[in-house]
Protein backbone atom coordinates (compact mmCIF):
# COMPACT_ATOMS: atom_id res chain seq x y z
CA UNK A 1 0.00 0.00 0.00
CA UNK A 2 1.10 3.02 -1.00
CA UNK A 3 0.48 6.28 1.17
CA UNK A 4 1.01 10.41 1.35
CA UNK A 5 1.33 11.66 4.76
CA UNK A 6 0.61 15.61 4.53
CA UNK A 7 1.22 17.27 7.50
CA UNK A 8 2.78 20.50 8.51
CA UNK A 9 3.45 19.81 12.00
CA UNK A 10 6.70 18.09 11.01
CA UNK A 11 7.46 15.99 13.84
CA UNK A 12 3.57 14.42 13.97
CA UNK A 13 4.23 14.12 10.30
CA UNK A 14 8.04 12.01 10.73
CA UNK A 15 5.99 9.84 13.34
CA UNK A 16 3.27 8.83 11.43
CA UNK A 17 5.02 7.89 8.31
CA UNK A 18 7.63 5.97 10.27
CA UNK A 19 4.68 4.16 11.94
CA UNK A 20 3.24 3.51 8.58
CA UNK A 21 6.36 1.94 7.28
CA UNK A 22 6.57 -0.43 10.05
CA UNK A 23 3.36 -1.84 8.90
CA UNK A 24 5.25 -2.59 5.89
CA UNK A 25 3.79 0.65 3.60
CA UNK A 26 5.31 2.75 1.57
CA UNK A 27 5.47 6.17 2.69
CA UNK A 28 5.84 9.80 1.11
CA UNK A 29 5.83 13.00 3.31
CA UNK A 30 4.68 16.70 2.74
CA UNK A 31 4.24 19.81 4.77
CA UNK A 32 2.17 21.80 3.13
CA UNK A 33 -1.19 21.16 0.74
CA UNK A 34 0.87 22.31 -2.47
CA UNK A 35 3.50 20.18 -1.99
CA UNK A 36 0.92 16.99 -1.75
CA UNK A 37 -1.06 18.23 -5.26
CA UNK A 38 2.33 18.26 -6.77
CA UNK A 39 2.88 14.63 -5.26
CA UNK A 40 -0.68 13.23 -6.25
CA UNK A 41 -0.04 14.81 -9.64
CA UNK A 42 2.68 12.18 -10.12
CA UNK A 43 2.26 9.39 -7.65
CA UNK A 44 -0.42 7.07 -7.60
CA UNK A 45 -1.21 6.77 -3.89
CA UNK A 46 -3.74 4.20 -2.23
CA UNK A 47 -4.80 6.34 0.64
CA UNK A 48 -3.74 10.31 1.60
CA UNK A 49 -3.52 11.07 5.15
CA UNK A 50 -4.59 14.37 5.12
CA UNK A 51 -4.11 17.43 7.93
CA UNK A 52 -7.25 19.74 7.11
CA UNK A 53 -5.67 23.32 8.57
CA UNK A 54 -2.40 23.26 5.95
CA UNK A 55 -0.05 25.99 5.26
CA UNK A 56 0.15 27.44 1.19
CA UNK A 57 -3.26 25.08 -0.27
CA UNK A 58 -5.88 24.28 2.22
CA UNK A 59 -6.48 20.53 3.38
CA UNK A 60 -9.89 21.04 1.96
CA UNK A 61 -8.43 21.59 -1.60
CA UNK A 62 -6.83 19.03 -1.70
CA UNK A 63 -9.29 17.09 -0.47
CA UNK A 64 -11.31 18.45 -3.67
CA UNK A 65 -8.95 18.16 -5.92
CA UNK A 66 -8.45 14.65 -5.47
CA UNK A 67 -12.86 14.01 -5.23
CA UNK A 68 -12.54 16.39 -9.00
CA UNK A 69 -9.81 14.11 -10.60
CA UNK A 70 -11.95 11.33 -9.77
CA UNK A 71 -8.69 9.59 -8.30
CA UNK A 72 -9.17 6.13 -6.94
CA UNK A 73 -7.06 7.64 -3.60
CA UNK A 74 -8.90 7.41 -0.30
CA UNK A 75 -8.57 10.31 1.94
CA UNK A 76 -8.18 10.39 5.53
CA UNK A 77 -8.80 13.97 7.06
CA UNK A 78 -6.61 14.69 10.79
CA UNK A 79 -8.14 17.55 12.44
CA UNK A 80 -7.43 19.22 16.12
CA UNK A 81 -10.78 19.93 16.19
CA UNK A 82 -13.57 17.31 17.47
CA UNK A 83 -16.76 19.09 16.69
CA UNK A 84 -19.03 17.16 14.85
CA UNK A 85 -19.59 20.11 12.71
CA UNK A 86 -16.16 19.99 11.28
CA UNK A 87 -16.40 16.02 10.70
CA UNK A 88 -19.58 16.77 8.70
CA UNK A 89 -17.96 19.09 6.67
CA UNK A 90 -15.11 17.56 6.19
CA UNK A 91 -16.91 14.12 4.97
CA UNK A 92 -19.09 16.57 2.91
CA UNK A 93 -15.76 17.77 1.14
CA UNK A 94 -15.35 14.09 0.03
CA UNK A 95 -13.28 12.48 2.40
CA UNK A 96 -13.86 9.14 3.29
CA UNK A 97 -12.79 9.36 7.01
CA UNK A 98 -12.17 11.60 9.45
CA UNK A 99 -10.10 11.09 12.49
CA UNK A 100 -9.30 14.08 15.40
CA UNK A 101 -6.20 14.55 17.44
CA UNK A 102 -5.06 13.55 19.62
CA UNK A 103 -5.84 9.56 18.43
CA UNK A 104 -4.61 6.41 18.81
CA UNK A 105 -1.96 4.97 16.40
CA UNK A 106 -3.49 1.72 16.05
CA UNK A 107 -6.67 3.61 15.48
CA UNK A 108 -5.16 5.77 12.25
CA UNK A 109 -3.50 1.98 10.78
CA UNK A 110 -6.37 0.21 11.33
CA UNK A 111 -8.39 3.21 9.53
CA UNK A 112 -5.54 3.21 6.74
CA UNK A 113 -6.19 -0.14 5.66
CA UNK A 114 -9.80 -0.22 5.54
CA UNK A 115 -9.40 2.87 3.05
CA UNK A 116 -6.57 0.86 1.05
CA UNK A 117 -9.14 -2.22 0.40
CA UNK A 118 -12.05 0.21 -0.58
CA UNK A 119 -9.43 1.89 -3.09
CA UNK A 120 -8.61 -1.80 -4.63
CA UNK A 121 -10.75 -4.15 -5.81
CA UNK A 122 -12.63 -5.76 -2.47
CA UNK A 123 -10.16 -9.07 -1.66
CA UNK A 124 -10.42 -11.28 2.11
CA UNK A 125 -8.87 -9.72 4.86
CA UNK A 126 -6.70 -12.57 4.33
CA UNK A 127 -4.79 -13.38 1.23
CA UNK A 128 -4.67 -16.91 0.29
CA UNK A 129 -2.49 -18.27 -2.83
CA UNK A 130 -0.63 -21.37 -3.66
CA UNK A 131 0.07 -22.57 -0.19
CA UNK A 132 0.68 -18.65 1.24
CA UNK A 133 -1.54 -17.45 3.38
CA UNK A 134 -1.24 -13.60 4.42
CA UNK A 135 -3.02 -11.91 6.62
CA UNK A 136 -2.21 -7.74 6.40
CA UNK A 137 -3.55 -6.49 9.91
CA UNK A 138 -1.82 -9.04 11.87
CA UNK A 139 1.31 -8.95 9.99
CA UNK A 140 1.37 -13.02 9.80
CA UNK A 141 2.35 -15.13 6.57
CA UNK A 142 1.85 -18.59 6.56
CA UNK A 143 3.47 -20.98 4.09
CA UNK A 144 1.77 -24.68 4.38
CA UNK A 145 0.58 -23.36 7.34
CA UNK A 146 3.71 -22.99 8.99
CA UNK A 147 4.70 -19.56 10.62
CA UNK A 148 6.99 -17.20 8.12
CA UNK A 149 9.16 -14.56 9.37
CA UNK A 150 9.53 -11.28 6.82
CA UNK A 151 11.05 -7.75 7.11
CA UNK A 152 8.76 -5.04 6.40
CA UNK A 153 9.54 -4.58 2.33
CA UNK A 154 9.88 -8.79 2.03
CA UNK A 155 5.98 -8.33 3.56
CA UNK A 156 4.82 -5.37 1.12
CA UNK A 157 6.12 -7.29 -1.80
CA UNK A 158 4.74 -10.72 -1.10
CA UNK A 159 0.95 -8.58 -0.35
CA UNK A 160 1.07 -6.48 -4.08
CA UNK A 161 1.96 -10.22 -5.67
CA UNK A 162 -0.93 -11.51 -3.59
CA UNK A 163 -3.06 -8.79 -4.34
CA UNK A 164 -2.59 -9.12 -7.82
CA UNK A 165 -4.66 -12.71 -7.89
CA UNK A 166 -2.28 -14.54 -10.34
CA UNK A 167 -1.25 -11.26 -12.47
CA UNK A 168 2.13 -10.25 -13.58
CA UNK A 169 3.20 -7.50 -11.58
CA UNK A 170 6.02 -5.66 -12.77
CA UNK A 171 9.18 -4.33 -11.26
CA UNK A 172 8.23 -0.85 -11.75
CA UNK A 173 4.87 -1.61 -9.95
CA UNK A 174 6.42 -3.81 -7.09
CA UNK A 175 8.81 -0.37 -6.51
CA UNK A 176 5.47 2.14 -7.13
CA UNK A 177 3.92 0.09 -4.68
CA UNK A 178 6.43 -1.25 -2.08
CA UNK A 179 9.25 1.95 -1.35
CA UNK A 180 8.80 5.52 -1.35
CA UNK A 181 9.68 8.37 -3.52
CA UNK A 182 13.60 8.16 -2.29
CA UNK A 183 14.01 5.03 -3.92
CA UNK A 184 16.27 5.13 -7.09
CA UNK A 185 14.78 3.75 -10.02
CA UNK A 186 17.33 2.15 -11.79
CA UNK A 187 18.54 -0.37 -7.78
CA UNK A 188 18.17 -4.13 -8.07
CA UNK A 189 16.21 -3.51 -4.86
CA UNK A 190 13.63 -5.04 -6.24
CA UNK A 191 15.26 -8.37 -7.63
CA UNK A 192 17.21 -8.70 -4.04
CA UNK A 193 14.19 -8.96 -2.08
CA UNK A 194 12.11 -10.86 -4.65
CA UNK A 195 15.30 -13.01 -4.29
CA UNK A 196 15.09 -13.36 -0.35
CA UNK A 197 11.20 -13.62 -0.39
CA UNK A 198 11.79 -16.78 -2.48
CA UNK A 199 14.43 -18.24 0.00
CA UNK A 200 12.05 -17.66 2.88
CA UNK A 201 8.89 -18.61 1.49
CA UNK A 202 11.18 -22.14 0.54
CA UNK A 203 10.61 -25.14 -1.80
CA UNK A 204 8.85 -25.57 -4.05
CA UNK A 205 9.31 -21.90 -5.05
CA UNK A 206 6.22 -20.11 -6.10
CA UNK A 207 7.09 -16.61 -7.23
CA UNK A 208 7.73 -17.01 -10.69
CA UNK A 209 9.82 -14.61 -12.90
CA UNK A 210 8.27 -13.79 -16.52
CA UNK A 211 11.08 -13.01 -18.58
CA UNK A 212 10.90 -8.95 -19.50
CA UNK A 213 7.71 -8.51 -17.62
CA UNK A 214 7.94 -9.10 -13.90
CA UNK A 215 6.59 -11.64 -11.26
CA UNK A 216 3.51 -13.61 -10.64
CA UNK A 217 2.39 -15.99 -7.90
Known amino acids: MRVLVVEDEQLLAEAVATGLRREAMAVDVVYDGEAALQRISVNDYDVVVLDRDLPLVHGDDVCRSIVEQSLATRVIMLTASGDISDRVEGLEIGADDYLPKPFAFSELVARVRALGRRATVPLPPVL ?89 I
Open 128 to 216: ERAGISLDPGRREVLRDEKPVQLAPKEFAVLEVLMRAGGAVVSAEQLLEKAWDEHTDPFTNVVRVTVMTLRRKLGDPAVIVTVPGSGYR
